[in-house]
């Protein structure tokens, strides 16, 4: 009897091993879903420098999902280091996104599979290059005809034209850049008090060194005070 009993159990065990067998054969719970890979970088070049002509920039990354799941893309992307949603539910890699000169740009992606499964890229930059940039700041100006050395600053006044906070004694002045062909020009300026000025000369892009020429005029615009070279170098 106890023989039989022990039979007996043994085949209700089969038969429960069976059934969870058939459970797992369809489908139901061993249902494999895969999610995107991270995404990848491919431009621009993290943490790079952007010369462009226009005023977009193509953000492009990778990311594969072995289901053949559609793309669906979260892009975060603004110039503050924690960027903001740009735009949601993005069905391709790329996405061409506005840019202003001068700025740094912060952007990363996640990605989404069929089942809202997110997988999340690496928070990545880059920096749009402004041809007056590097003409900004502190700067010491030598001037051999007073025998002199002072500081000044320059501030961008527009996208060619820097404003110079004390350009002779504590006057301001304008200098529009050209940088194709590398130089720049202070237009005759009436400083007040009989003073009249002008001056022009050679821009360096890498270094943002000026050098140039100048002629101070008092009373009258006819009569040169004095005359003589400025060199700007950045500090």
């Known amino acids: ?41 491919v431009a621009p070049v993290n943490a790079s420098t952007l010369h462009i002509t226009g005023t977009t920039v193509d953000l492009k990354w990778t990311s594969t999902n072995a289901d053949g799941d559609p793309v669906k893309a979260d892009v975060y992307f603004s110039n503050s280091s924690d960027p903001d949603l740009y735009k949601a539910n993005h069905n391709a890699l790329t996405l061409t996104v506005p840019v202003v000169l001068g700025q740094t740009y912060h952007w990363y992606v996640v990605m989404k ?40 600053h320059f501030t961008k006044f527009s996208d060619n034209v820097l404003k110079i906070d004390k350009y002779w004694a504590s006057w301001p002045g304008y200098f529009t850049l050209d940088f194709t062909a590398n130089t720049y020009s202070m237009p005759l300026t009436d400083f007040g008090g009989g003073y009249w000025g002008i001056e022009s000369g050679t821009i360096n892009q890498t270094t943002g060194k000026l050098t140039g020429t100048y002629t101070i005029y008092n009373p009258t615009i006819t009569t040169v005070n004095e005359t003589g070279t400025h060199t700007y170098t950045k500090n």
Not at 2 to 9: A, E, H, N, T
Not at 121 to 145: L, N
Request: hydrophobic fraction near 45%; include cysteine; charge should be negative.
């Open 1 to 41: 009897m106890k023989r039989k009993l022990i039979f007996f159990v043994m085949l209700i065990a089969f038969a429960g091993l069976a059934t969870l067998q058939s459970c797992y054969k369809d489908g139901t719970i061993l249902a494999i879903h895969n999610t995107f890979t991270d995404p990848a970088l």
């Open 113 to 152: 599979d069929k089942n809202g499964i997110p997988t999340t890229s690496a928070t990545w930059s880059f920096t749009v290059f402004e041809p007056i940039g590097i003409f900004v700041g502190a700067y010491t100006v030598d001037e051999p005809a007073e025998g002199w050395t002072y500081p000044v």
